[in-house]
């Protein structure tokens, strides 16, 4: 096996001489003041090594990756009956998207577009106000870290919910086709906030763990089954980057699920997770450098699951 800390160290003086590196997000005015010049990559392996390069220790909003973490809730506490709600294709449209809406029943393609987010976030309210759902969310994400110092980045938060006029409409067009059980703005509550959690590349490599590990965390807790991490990370592949999907599963082969903060979480089943940043982001909204970094990442390593 190829000195893994040599390639992390070998991408991230690579992507630091980068020239094109996309655009950072800026319709969260918040997100816009992010310098588009960093670059952090870590991995999590299975084995309890972490190893990391760059500026993995920095820290960013994650963005639409914290949708993995509200599905493995969700899907905790609904089962499988979710999928009545939300559709598992690929909806080869943007993630922010409400074209699809109108001719499938209100009934989003996938839980990582923002329709699909807010069905999920909807579901985890059930019994609980927001700000009990939104701290239930921040616990399960630390829980999977085994790291308590992981926050919401309120601001951030604040930022979205005074801008997010899509979101809103994606809310209110569901409410009226009867798939939210609680008011718009209260599922909206919730996802601005999960969206706003702000982790560094170490600490999201190990969140994701579980993926890769069978379902067990990184503190060694068995949080889903084999068979749900599995399924998971196959909605990762066909829907994680939204109308990139296909490529990214062309170029990268790895599943993976990125998000406007310029992170992407990917992972290597058996073998570990990978936490990846760079705030420019190509035309789909993915990370660009982050996904050459996993690119080149998954082709030394041999990491590609085909
Ligand atoms: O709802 C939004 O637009 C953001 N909170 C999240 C979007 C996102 O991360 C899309 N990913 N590339």
Redesign the pocket.
Known sequence: MPDLQGVLDEIAAEMAVQTDRGAVADY?PELATVDPNRFGIAVALVDGRVLSAGDAQDIFSI??ISKVFTLTLALGKVGDGLWRRVGREPSGNP??SIVQLEYEAAVPRNPFI?AGAIVVADTLLAGYQPREAIGEILRFVQFLADDDSIVIDHMVAAS?RAT?FR?VALANYMKSFGNLDHAPELALGVY?HH?AIAMNCCQLALAGRFLADRGRSAGGHSVVSAERARRISALMLTCGH?DGSGDFAFRVGIPAK????GGILGTVPGVGSVAVWSPGLNRQ??SQLGMLALEKLARVMNWSVF
Not at 258 to 261: A, D, E, L, Q, T
């Open positions: 969260i963005q639409s993630f922010n923002n979205e997010g979101n601005f969206c939204y990125s998000g406007v903060g909204g993915n």
